[in-house]
């Protein structure tokens, strides 16, 4: 697949876009939801003929549900969706008792999600983003592999299995770890196996058994999980295995795998409605960006699941070059903005496969660092300056306003300039681009004024308006 020409292109007969994005998993949903509600036109490939079917990336973060929340989705996760159950620990068919997995949290009004993780089915999490993408206009072409893309100094080129081509202005490979479009990129990925043994994950039906708890049944052999999965009548089975030792993916194996490490019955397992295998790994990319072409998601990093970063991580990272791209396509916005997708969202990747491998190794309890409320941008190049609690790269706390909350200002594509237990003077600002509100002294915040990224984080702070007009003008 070629990707780095640099010949101008005579004319194409095809579809046009703004942002061509390959891969209709939960990032590349994610990010073309994002792009839709700023008006940007996205072509969503897919090279399956239907959303991917499993419950893989379970797992929700409290700071992935403060983004649901944003892209106008978080009614339907909260339904469909429940806090992670407590453990219970079998031995020889007996209750053995409960284990607590995370470390407690607590929710405040600053963090109106934080606490326990929730369980939702990744397939679930696809199917609410690809609605939303649909109320929105958008769609994903399924059954559309991508077979070449080239890029020259204004947009790419894509041609699909389907014999179709696409052009547009930028290009996102959301197509996982095994990320086509990384590979002809020639970038690498730097990493570690984080365990030699082979893991099962599949989804079944087992109706003998109680959906209270999330069932572990340690063994010799190695450990099998039971986790229900809210909103269903499955199970999703995860289990290790011996070094050297494949797992047999078939229903029937799958059956006789349940049968022999726990005290159920190869017939109680009614229904296998999914299974893969892998090797829990850590790796990065070297770059999250080639000319005009961006990796996110597992394209980008790929992690161990015992952390519940991945999905998680994922998301963020859809979540900042969303609204990048959205001000540079739409709004007029320097092309240099979109440089500081790479230097924000590496360094958090990089964090976040580190936390996820000490967690798969015993080495850290799951708590508030495995919640992402944590992670920000201090340092980085759209952030400036301090003032009250909080500096410039933090997330913006949620708290109360007019009746409302915070987190409905922040809503939408504008960014937000919370003026809070001051009078500051403020310069002429365009009303459709910065909503201004002010409030009392907030402890969260602390007195100043805040400039509230489209993404939820403090890009601008200080204590009077000096340098705010001349950091706009960079975004």
């Known amino acids: 697949m070629e990707l780095n020409s640099v010949k101008e ?7 046009r876009a703004d942002v061509l994005i390959v891969g209709a998993g939960p990032t590349g949903l994610a990010l073309a939801t994002d792009l839709a509600r700023r008006g940007v036109r996205t072509t969503v490939i897919e090279k399956a003929d239907r959303l991917f079917p499993g419950s893989r990336g379970k797992g929700l973060q409290p700071r992935t549900l403060e983004v649901f929340d944003d892209l106008g989705v978080i009614g339907e996760v909260l339904a469909s969706s429940a806090p992670a159950p407590v453990q219970m620990i079998w031995q020889d068919g007996e209750r053995q008792g409960e284990h607590h ?95 030699p043994s082979s893991m099962l994950v599949a989804d079944v039906r087992v109706p003998a058994l109680d959906r209270l ?95 519940g970063q991945g999905l998680n991580t994922s998301i963020q990272d859809a979540y900042n070059l969303g609204w990048k791209l959205g001000r540079v396509l739409r709004d007029g916005a320097p092309e240099s903005l979109l440089d500081s997708y790479e230097a924000e969202r590496r360094p958090n990747a990089a964090e976040m496969l580190g936390l996820s491998t000490r967690v798969h190794r015993g080495e850290q309890r799951r708590g508030s660092a495995t919640q992402q409320l ?44 919370l003026a809070v237990g001051t009078d500051a003077e403020l310069p002429p600002l365009d009303p459709g681009a910065v909503h201004v509100h002010r409030l009392d002294a907030y402890e969260p915040y602390g007195k100043g004024l805040f400039l509230v990224r489209p993404d939820g984080y403090i890009g601008w702070a200080g204590d009077d308006a000096t340098g705010l007009t001349g950091y706009l003008t960079r975004c």
């Open 374 to 417: 944590g992670i920000g941008y201090r340092g980085g190049p759209l952030s400036e300056g301090a003032a009250g609690a909080l500096e410039a790269g933090d997330r913006a706390p949620d708290g109360p306003l007019d009746g409302g909350r915070l987190f409905d200002a922040f809503r939408g594509p504008h960014f937000t300039l």
């Open 101 to 195: 997995m995370f470390d407690p949290v607590e929710t405040t009004t600053a963090a109106p999600y934080a606490g326990t993780p929730r369980i939702m089915p990744q397939w679930r999490t696809q199917e609410i983003l690809s609605a939303r993408l649909t109320g929105l206009g958008g769609e994903v072409s399924f059954g559309s592999a991508l077979t070449s893309l080239t890029q020259d100094t204004s947009g790419v080129t894509a041609t699909l299995s389907t014999g179709a081509t696409v052009r547009a202005a930028y290009a996102v490979a959301a197509d996982g770890g095994r990320s086509t479009v990384r590979a002809a990129l020639s970038i690498a990925m730097t990493g570690e196996s984080v365990d």
């Open 213 to 307: 708890n999330w069932h572990v049944f340690p063994g010799d052999a190695g450990f099998l999980v039971l986790c229900p999965l809210p909103g269903t009548e499955d199970f999703q089975l995860v289990a290790r295995f011996p070094d050297g030792e494949r797992p047999d993916l078939s229903a029937d194996g799958v059956r006789a795998l349940i049968a022999a490490r726990t005290h159920l019955d190869a017939a109680d397992v009614t229904e296998v409605l999914w299974s893969s295998d892998f090797r829990p790994r850590a790796a990065l990319a070297d770059r999250f960006r080639a000319g005009r072409v961006f990796l996110a998601g597992d394209a980008a990093h790929v992690h161990s699941p015992a952390g």
């Open 9 to 15: 292109p005579d004319g194409l007969a095809g579809a």
